[in-house]
């Protein structure tokens, strides 16, 4: 399913044509993955799948109709589009807690396996038959991914936690989109998670809006030169997240992990930052695949601290923060590269080796190559410093009663223990340090 969903954006990857709608996309996913996963977790998981992964593909075939309704579309889509929550609750229902870092690395690792070879592909297509090419590619892999949820995917919630069907009422607690973010302020463990995950991924989506242009005009990268990179990136981030996942959480466990993983992208960040040759962004790329870790491992512990029946609501929160830094990350990037006087376009002038423009350009050697890299390693090791306080999980990560949140508006749950006045403020996730 993944393989088939970022296929098509990969594809994508060398049109340019995903990079201007990121910031309304990105307030939007905010605002809703968390009522997504809220509802998954009373409705089930395969019909808000298709619904994330539909309007996830949905503005791919308006890029060539209508610009101005495709950037309509992908911007209201940002409401819908949040597969990652559904997913990441999907696989803690249909896996054992020891098994879930494992299952997502092997889904992290798809969005690595679609770069090894997508953009290539993107990119020589787009040259050798032009732009509508990929788009009516993309599209019809959009519809195949469509066909495969509605024929091959089963539902993974069970029956009896699915207390309301469709149709049934349910309280506008469960509803309110704003329920999660009170809840972040009444748990410490949810805050100090995304606190980490806003922090760190701040600048990984800031990276991912500049990178490229910034490999093609400032380090003399060829579009051929790109594509390699990414592919050579991709495969080490595989290895990273399928085998060395599993072997530091068997090994250090689930926060040291995490730990390492934000080590490894402070590194990675600063090598970008002060390097200027091309063998340092190919160091610094296979450290960038090392610290691909650290996603899986935070969703693993979010996993393995909540109860079943609010597993789309903490995996929303979290895919909720990373769709906030996916709109705020490449206005950041921007913001800092303009301080910095360093101005990265989309001219062709950079498949020849141009030099972005500089308000000194005699001056060029004293100034930092890629300082809004250096800027996100700052963010990066305030998350490291956060994630320190994280509490690790030390026993089993339910706890009695886990099923009372359908409750309210649906129908009683044998389950479901008499409510009490403090029942709107315990957390979400079981503080695993008392």
Known sequence: LFN??????????FTQLLTKTTYIHGLLSFLSAPLIGALSDVWGRKSFLLLTVFFTCAPIPLMKISPWWYFAVISMSGVFAVTFSVIFAYVADITQEHERSTAYGLVSATFAASLVTSPA????????YGDTLVVILATAIALLDICFILVAVPESLPEKMRP????????????????????VGQDSTVLLI?????????PEAGQY?????????????????VAAFIAVVGILSILAQTVVLGILMRSIGNKNTILLGLGFQILQLAWYGFGSQPWMMWAAGAVAAMSSITFPAISAIVSRNADPDQ???VQGMITGIR???????????????YLFHVELTDTDGSEKGAKPNMANPTDESAIIPGPPFLFGACSVLLSLLVALFIPEHTGPGMRPGAYKKHSNGAQSH???????GAEGKEPLLEDSSV
Request: proline share 4%.
């Open 164 to 183: 309301a069907s469709w149709g049934a009422p349910i309280s506008w607690e469960q509803a309110d989109p704003f329920a999660s973010l009170r809840k």
């Open 4 to 13: 088939l969903l970022y296929l098509l954006f990969g594809l994508l990857t």
């Open 121 to 128: 592909i993107g990119a020589y297509l787009s040259v050798a």
């Open 323 to 337: 769709g906030l830094c996916n709109g705020l990350g490449p206005a950041l990037y921007g913001f800092v590269f």
């Open 209 to 225: 809006s500049s990178f490229f242009l910034y490999l093609r005009q400032v380090i003399s990268f060829s579009s051929a030169t």
């Open 311 to 313: 597993q789309g609501v």
């Open 194 to 202: 995304c606190i980490t995950v806003f922090l760190s991924y701040l």
């Open 414 to 420: 044998s389950h479901s223990p008499q409510g009490s």
